[in-house]
């Protein structure tokens, strides 16, 4: 007997197809922002339910790492505060694990369901582009009139993209003031600095101040002799000199104007100066200046938001401009002139800052257009290089410009580390590193070493997939019916004693105020008859095992059970699992509601009590028969709390209300199987169908046939055993959670759960983190 009427089985087969189309993922929308205040973790909003494909992985992983250098189109389900700058991105895959096998195995993902706050639905794919194609896959850029090709190529376009807009999108990541021998924390060399008490994030409205520094050479080298700080205005908020403590062995008089007399009477010495710097920089300041590394090293002073003029206005192969030529053709300005003794450090200080607003104001492009042929002599294309005209066309049209060139242009590298992996082609050993490792305890070790050397890494653990090809087609397949039967009955109950004369239409009508069924069974051949049902949701299942036993139909006082053999031991602590998943720590479920539309503000205004309400899914549908449940997310968890704990009307209707146990990520627990009812034992004569209402008609099926009964006591005939798959299951999450902890603070992490390839009924599962702290 079919629960559901034809058009919700239609609209229910079209969301599972659909599942691996990548047109659906356009449709879907999500909010994700960072938490602030040192919580660790990634807040995700979805309005509908989220499946991701592998290109969705891809176009995320190309837009983090791009976004600051190319006009990289950005994901329409996932959004990053601009403000927010991500140093690395990290994807584990552990081949061979489903969704299924995350949510079978849940207490033993201890790292994965702790750290990861966001998690999504992955369709299966049938190739892997995300270890050898995705450097060569094409970067998806925003529409925008096509760069001239003198341009295309450039290392300022290279670094910055065309189109880069805002004064935090010029700012020095830390990788690149690594390279650039910039003061860090941590750093060799800095163990004595002093750090500016600077906070974590920096807006384009964040003041900036020139920093300029004059030093002579002492017995330890070069020390500072003379600072200046202006601000954004051109004021001079600083001009100190400072006596080195060593003894100085040139005064270096022709570039800094120190001399012998000058210095003398001077007592001032580096910590004073440090401590004025700390009381003029507010929190969020960025230090402009030219070669500002070799200043901040005099000062022994570390800032983490610097932006280099020298590093700006770039040339190929490490070149720099002076600043002297910089400011003549720029800002039209002399400086550092020959008639005078020295230079002046507050001109040179001004004269960064100005550069620097310059070059914010006009963008890359604009700057290159204005001043190609005087600043870098390059001559400005006329349309006659036809090479050139047709490198920039491709490029225009996006077909040439591919991840790994735009990411090594960037000045960036990947690394690849695991099984062996077919590389395109077309990228090069610039590009990236490809290490082939023995064992994921390899891939696990390799990785820390190399953790702060790349900006992009892949890691592929493969131990379980090594595990499955060691057994037959079979038995794999076996394995994977058995993880998802141990899910399936979660949902299932046993009902009874019932009365003699019980329809599955009485049983229906009992069980519905609770959610909606799967299939129903009556048991005939019990002492007393009973009902197996399975609920669509797990949440239908918990409130009747929670609210229905004791119940009295004319002389029977019903009991509800869960099936109870091998596979079922520890339901009941895997229903407590599920409880404590924090991605539903905000949700709730609500049943027994009523099909009518004006009831939908009937439920929003009696839950409003509690708090406010984020989204309710579920109750009214866009079109087909309106749904009896609903999730309904709260904003905060206190209030999914307190709507639980109190008995709700809406006119005649008791509602049942619990905490959500089913992802907000999937459509529902048991959603690969069909809506059915039947009752056994079977006879010829009940295979006849019997009209019974428009939304319940019968379909009795023998009891060989039906899906969920030929499975329930399956076993696997393979090598693959339950405590072994375990103990693999928990290797595989304590070396995620170990390449977690070596990640760098504001670091981007992606786990990948691939799926049976090919296969809708076994989709993956993808987790994105960005770590902090």
Not at 330 to 341: A, V
Not at 358 to 380: A, C, N, S
């Amino acid at each position: 007997m079919k629960i559901e009427s034809d058009q919700q089985m239609a609209s229910l087969s079209s969301s599972s197809s659909s599942s691996s189309s990548s047109s659906s993922c356009c449709k879907r929308k999500a909010l994700a922002s960072v938490i602030s205040d040192g919580q660790k973790r990634l807040r995700t909003e979805p309005t509908t339910q989220d499946v991701l494909t592998v290109k969705d992985v891809c176009d995320l992983i190309q837009y983090v790492t791009l976004r600051r250098s190319h006009s990289v189109k950005k994901p329409s389900w996932f959004s990053l505060s601009d403000d927010v700058r991500l140093s690395r991105v990290n994807l584990m895959i552990l081949d061979g694990l489903t969704q299924s096998h995350f949510y079978r195995y849940f207490s033993h993902f201890r790292h994965l369901h702790n750290k990861y706050s966001s998690r999504w639905t992955l369709a299966p794919s049938s190739c892997d582009p995300l270890t050898s194609d995705l450097l060569s896959s094409e970067v998806t850029v925003e529409a925008q009139t096509p760069l001239p090709a003198a341009l295309m190529w450039h290392p300022v376009i290279r670094r910055f993209g065309s189109s880069a807009a805002g004064m935090s999108h010029f700012l020095l990541t830390e990788q690149e003031m690594i390279k650039h021998n910039f003061p860090v924390k941590g750093g060799r060399g800095c163990e004595a600095f002093v750090c500016s008490e600077s906070v974590g994030r920096v807006t384009d409205s964040s003041p900036l101040f020139g920093l300029d520094c004059e030093m002579c050479l002492t017995r330890v080298g070069l020390e500072v002799t003379r600072v200046a700080l202006v601000d954004s205005d051109g004021r001079c908020l600083l001009d100190e000199l400072v006596k080195p403590p060593n003894p100085i062995i040139n005064y270096c008089t022709r570039f800094s104007g120190i001399t012998r007399a000058l210095l003398a009477p001077v007592s001032t010495c580096l910590s004073e100066v440090q401590s004025k710097l700390l009381q003029l920089l507010p929190t969020d300041a960025v230090l402009i200046g030219h070669s500002l590394d070799g200043d901040l090293r005099a000062l022994h002073m570390i800032h983490p938001h610097v932006i280099d003029t020298s590093l700006l206005y770039r040339q190929d192969f490490g070149r720099r401009f002076k600043l002297k030529l910089l400011a003549q053709v720029i800002l039209k300005r002399e400086i550092q002139s020959e008639d005078r003794r020295g230079h002046d450090p507050c001109e040179d200080a001004l004269a960064a800052l100005h550069l620097a607003q310059y070059f914010i104001r006009k963008g890359p492009r604009e700057v290159l257009e204005h001043h190609l042929e005087e600043l870098w002599d390059i001559p400005e294309t006329d349309g006659s290089d036809t090479e050139m005209s047709d490198r920039g066309s491709s490029l225009s049209n996006h077909s040439a410009l591919r991840f790994g060139h735009a990411l090594y242009g960037s000045g960036q590298s990947a690394v690849f580390l695991g099984g062996a992996a077919e590389t395109n082609g077309s990228v090069s050993n610039q590009q990236s590193r490809r290490q082939q490792c023995s064992s994921d305890r390899e891939v696990v070790c390799v990785f820390r070493r190399l953790a702060q050397s790349y900006s992009l890494s892949v890691l592929r653990f493969s131990s379980f997939m090594n595990t499955l090809k060691q057994t037959t087609a079979t038995g794999r397949q076996q394995h994977l019916q058995q993880v998802c039967e141990r899910l399936r009955q979660m949902c299932v109950l046993y009902v009874g004693p019932l009365p003699a004369d019980i329809t599955e239409r009485d049983v229906h009508t009992l069980l519905k105020r609770f959610g909606s069924l799967r299939t129903l069974r009556l048991l005939q051949h019990t002492h007393g008859v009973h009902a197996e049902v399975m609920f669509e949701h797990l949440e239908g299942a918990q409130l009747a095992l929670d609210h229905l036993n004791g119940q009295q139909i004319s002389d029977c006082t019903i009991k509800v059970r869960r099936p109870v053999f091998e596979l079922s031991l520890d339901l009941d602590e895997c229903v407590c699992e599920r409880q404590n998943d924090r991605l539903n720590s905000r949700m709730i479920y609500v049943c027994n509601l009523s099909t009518k539309p004006h009831r939908h503000d009937d439920l929003l205004q009696n839950f409003r009590q509690f708090g406010a309400v984020q989204r309710v899914s579920g109750a009214a549908e866009h079109s087909g028969k309106r749904q009896r449940h609903a999730f309904i997310r709260f904003e905060s968890a206190d209030s999914a709390q307190a709507a639980v704990g109190v008995a709700l009307q809406i006119g005649s209707r008791k509602l049942s209300v619990c905490h959500a146990l089913t992802p907000p990520h999937m459509t529902s627990w048991t959603h690969t199987h069909p809506v059915t009812m039947e009752t056994s034992p079977v006879t010829p004569e009940q295979g006849e169908e019997c009209d019974v209402s428009d939304t319940c008609q019968s379909n009795r099926h023998a009891s060989a046939d039906c899906p969920g009964n030929e499975m329930r006591f399956l076993q696997v005939s393979c090598d693959l055993q339950e405590p072994m798959v375990a103990r693999q299951m928990e290797k595989l999450d304590r070396r995620v959670g170990k390449v977690f902890r070596a990640l760098e603070s504001k670091s981007l992490s992606i786990v990948i759960l691939p799926g049976e390839s090919g296969s809708i009924d076994h989709p993956g599962l993808c987790f994105i983190q960005i770590k902090l702290t």
